[in-house]
Structure formats: structure tokens, C-alpha cells
């Protein structure tokens, strides 16, 4: 059997870029395939910061009841945007190979670094850890896709704005005055592009498994699993990275509070072949050495915003 492939995608610039990505590879494998954009609720509603909606996967939402609906067939995500657990009858069918993993700051110069000055994020986790090295700076909310988180800041007095190199990367929209964040602990899966389908969709996914990179899926599975541990269903500010050299996996996770004053880390490495469980219990280190009432202590601070 074939079939035209209708791949789900919000109709920002980034993500039909990385749509077309998925697109272009599965064409090239002679599938045939059609585009099919939606918007979120968190592309149309732009004046609230992101955990204020009280829902997790708020890009997400719309494009998996387009395909539990069956008006789509697959769907392509930035997969640090994704919650760790799928909804029932949706399935991860392929991770693509990550792209660029950091952070990045676009300024308007740098001696403001020294002194005081305004940052603008709609990342909790950019925002705790911009105020754990920068105490004295101001951090405004940020919303909108690239491109219009690009003319906000341009239109903006604000000193500089953090983004995913990757993002800007992609949509060759990185400009040339930018400073790398390589203290700042990137999202879960930040980088990676992820592909779910139906549970019982067996012609997509086995097109898909085609696309599938092992590195990459090894990677954002560990991160994944540290961050579900770690949050229970809240969003909070935590970082992870997982890298893979030489056989050996070297993880890197945070846990910080909302102003960022409170800071929990992890740094361990362990083989490849040892992996499993790995995530879950970096995880669990961190909660024992005072993450837990961190995250409680998170979890009645959102729900009060959210109350309000």
C-alpha cells in the first residue's frame, strides 16, 4: 500500500522549515507527501508567559487532535517543546539528527553585562539561569515565533534577547553580533527535531524509522527521562544535555528556581551500554539533595499565577 503522507506542522517559518525537512527526506525515499498547517494556542495567544496556560505541550495540543482526528498522519515538532509523555495512540516515530544544542545571546553591545540591564526570554529555564550568573539584571517576557521575537527585540530598549542558536540557525536568521551562552544548560531535546504518528499506523511508521538517528534518540531519551522525573507534568526551570563520545555518555542536568537563587546540578558520565535508568537517576540525585522542595515550592508559585 501507498498513500500520500499528510504531515502536520505549525505555520511559523521554523517549523515549516523543519516540516519541509522531514518532507524532502521522506520524498527522496519515494514517499509521496503533503503539507498540512495549524496553529497552536501558543502562536495565537502571545501575551501570556508560556506556563500561565496550565497545560503542558501547548504547541503541541492542536496538531495532536489533528491527527487523533485523522487530519493528518504524522506531525514534525521542535522536540524540547514536546511533553515527555505522548498522548494515547500517539507514538515517537522518528528523532532527526540534533542540530546546534545552545543558547545564544543577540545584544545591542555588551557593557550593559557589567552593569544593569534587561533581558528578554519566554523560558523559565533561560530566565533562572540569566538571573543566577546576573542578579542585578532585569528579565522581561518574550513570546512569538523567530521572527517576531526578532522585531521585538529590535523594537524593544531592551538589552539583548536569548534564543537556540539552532532555531535562528536553520532560518538563516543568525546574526553576526551574538555572544554563545556556553554556561547556560540547554532545554531537554533542544536542537532535535522530533516526528510522532498514530500507534497503528504502520505504513508511516516504518517510512519514518528510516529517518530515525541513534545518536540523537539515545541523547534526548536520557534528557527526556531526567526532566519527567524531575517535574511531574510542571513546567520548570531545568536544563540537560547528554553527549556521546567514545562509548561513554557524559550528562550534564540543573534544577533552578523561578529567580533563579537556587541552583541544583549534576555531572556524571557512564557508558553507553549502561545507559538505561541513567536520566531517571541523575534525576533523583538532585532531588534528594534539595530539588524536591524546589519543585514543590515551583509547582505553588505557577499554580498561583495561573489562579490569578
Not at 536542537?191 to 534518540?217: F, I, P, R, T, W
Not at 526532566?227 to 534544577?255: H, M, Q, S, V, W
Request: neutral net charge.
Amino acid at each position: 500500500m501507498t498513500k500520500v503522507i499528510r504531515i502536520g506542522t505549525r505555520d511559523s517559518e521554523l517549523a515549516l522549515w523543519q516540516a519541509n525537512t522531514v518532507k524532502s527526506a521522506l520524498e527522496k525515499l519515494g514517499h509521496k507527501t503533503e503539507l498540512v498547517p495549524v496553529k497552536s494556542q501558543g502562536d495565537l495567544v502571545l501575551d501570556k508567559p508560556l506556563y500561565e496556560f496550565g497545560i503542558t505541550g501547548i504547541f503541541t495540543k492542536t496538531l495532536d487532535i489533528a491527527m487523533l482526528t485523522n487530519e493528518i498522519d504524522i506531525a514534525v515538532h521542535s522536540m524540547k517543546d514536546v511533553p515527555t509523555a505522548l498522548p494515547k495512540g500517539i507514538v515517537e516515530a522518528a528523532v532527526l539528527k540534533r542540530a546546534h544544542t545552545q543558547d545564544i545571546l543577540l545584544h545591542k553591545g555588551t557593557d550593559f553585562l557589567n552593569s544593569r540591564g534587561t533581558i528578554a526570554t519566554g523560558s523559565l529555564r533561560r530566565k533562572a539561569q540569566w538571573l543566577h550568573r546576573y542578579p542585578d539584571h532585569n528579565v522581561v517576557d518574550l513570546r512569538g515565533n523567530v521572527n517576531t521575537r526578532l522585531q521585538k527585540l529590535e523594537d524593544n530598549d531592551w538589552n539583548g534577547a536569548i534564543f537556540a542558536a539552532a532555531g535562528l540557525e536553520r532560518i538563516n536568521l543568525k546574526p553576526e553580533s551574538y555572544m554563545d551562552l556556553d554556561w547556560m544548560i540547554p532545554a531537554p531535546a533542544q536542537g532535535a527535531m522530533l516526528v510522532v504518528a498514530k500507534e497503528d499506523d504502520s505504513y508511516c511508521l516504518k517510512a519514518l524509522s528510516a529517518l530515525n538517528h541513534e545518536k540523537s534518540q539515545i541523547c534526548v531519551h536520557l534528557e527526556r527521562e531526567f526532566l519527567r522525573t524531575l517535574e511531574g507534568g510542571c513546567t520548570a526551570p531545568i536544563g540537560a544535555l547528554a553527549t556521546i563520545e567514545d562509548n561513554n555518555i557524559y550528562f550534564k542536568g540543573a534544577l533552578f528556581n523561578i529567580d533563579g537563587s537556587k541552583k541544583f546540578e549534576v555531572e556524571k558520565s557512564i557508558p553507553a551500554s549502561e545507559r538505561a535508568g541513567f536520566g531517571k537517576a541523575c534525576a533523583e540525585e538532585i532531588l534528594r539533595s534539595g530539588g524536591a522542595e524546589v519543585m514543590k515550592d515551583i509547582k505553588n508559585s505557577i499554580g498561583r499565577i495561573q489562579k490569578n
